[in-house]
């Protein structure tokens, strides 16, 4: 009988040791995957286009910092980026096309935007930039492409 208890002990005690390093094991390598965005909307093949890529509300909409950012060229009027080893959660992506090369979205007096821009899930809204809630969506493939048109 004293044998029947220590082996169930020792039974409990290996199958508990060893959901812990199954636990841990997952932690530590969460699954991860390749966007690749695809941008199309430019009037010109002047300057690059950027492509930041946000994983939080925060960092969206009070621009920055990015999670990852990317200067793309534009050939035939499209560009092209992958963003490689992301873990899989929720992002949303801004794009700009910076026809002039300075590395920001230059606007009008009024504060109107004077170069093409776009968000992921193609939003736009009438007064103002897209938010976040409108923007994101769930990464969770090992490969996905989203696509972005220019306005």
């Known amino acids: 009988m004293r044998k ?5 002990c020792m039974a409990i005690l290996l199958l508990d040791t060893g959901w812990v390093v199954a636990l841990d094991a997952s932690d530590e390598n969460p699954e991860k995957g390749t966007l690749k965005v695809v941008i199309t909307g430019m009037q010109n093949e002047k300057g690059d286009v950027i492509v930041a890529l946000f994983s939080s509300k925060e960092s969206f ?3 920055g910092p990015e999670f990852q950012s990317v200067r793309v060229e534009i050939s035939g009027k499209r560009s092209e980026c992958e963003f490689s080893n992301i873990p899989f959660g929720v992002y949303a992506v801004k794009v700009f096309h910076d026809e002039n090369g300075n590395g920001k ?18 939003v736009r809204n009438l007064f103002g930039p897209a938010g976040y809630s409108e923007a994101k969506f769930s990464f969770e493939k090992v490969d996905m492409v989203i696509g972005i048109t220019l306005k």
Do not use: T
């Open 105 to 122: 979205l230059d606007k009008n007096a009024m504060g109107q935007p004077r170069e093409r821009y776009g968000f992921s899930n193609n």
């Open 61 to 63: 909409e009070g621009n």
């Open 4 to 8: 029947f208890i220590l082996f169930w």
